[in-house]
């Protein structure tokens, strides 16, 4: 498998470092992906952890050059029918995800269980997000996707509170209060090599994938 590394900062770096462990060497590391030349792009699977304006800009020379892209950058779901259409149409492999840790997407299908077994019976939901001053959008993509899960399964809207301190790497509560009692669920990342273990996951699947668009939680859940 050939990859790509799109946006190299902490995150970057990071996969750059799981991909290595793994006997895989990164193709390169660029801040421009735009500029590889079509011909070695069509060869690899891309991995983007830049921002959202960048991701914005580039999803469709993404879609039209790359074999498949993995995506971990949050903050552009207000154009997710765009960014699928564009994906289908050029016929590439489009794996995202707000969260690409496998605790957290254990994390989502505990929520949903939860849900499940709670509907009906009084509890009121919420959703807390803490974060490292440095993350762009507020609340976060996983914040968003919890909530999204418990308003599916619970019937309930969830609001969120996002707070951002220090370098704190993620932690989300879920959380549901009834009359009779409290209860909730905790993912804290201890650093961001979770994130970065998942996000290559993805890329060996998708290396391997049909054309089309699929969510990271959807292929390991």
Known sequence: MK???SGYGKMGHMVEEVLLAAGIEPVCATEDVCSVPEDI???CVCID???PDAFRANYKTLAVRFKAVVVGTTGWYDIKDEVYQ?????????????NFSIGVNAFFAAVRRAC???KGHGYQPGVEEIHHIHKLDSPSGTAKSIAGIIEDTLGEPAPIEAKRIGEVPGIHTARFVSEVDKLEFTHEAFSRK????GAVTAAIMADGLEPGVYEFK???L
């Open 3 to 5: 990859v790509i590394i």
């Open 41 to 43: 792009a069509k060869q």
């Open 49 to 51: 952890f830049t921002t």
């Open 86 to 98: 564009a994906f289908r149409q050029a016929g590439s492999v489009l794996v995202w995800a707000s």
């Open 116 to 118: 499940e077994v709670l």
């Open 194 to 197: 979770g994130f970065a273990e």
């Open 218 to 220: 959807d292929l390991i």
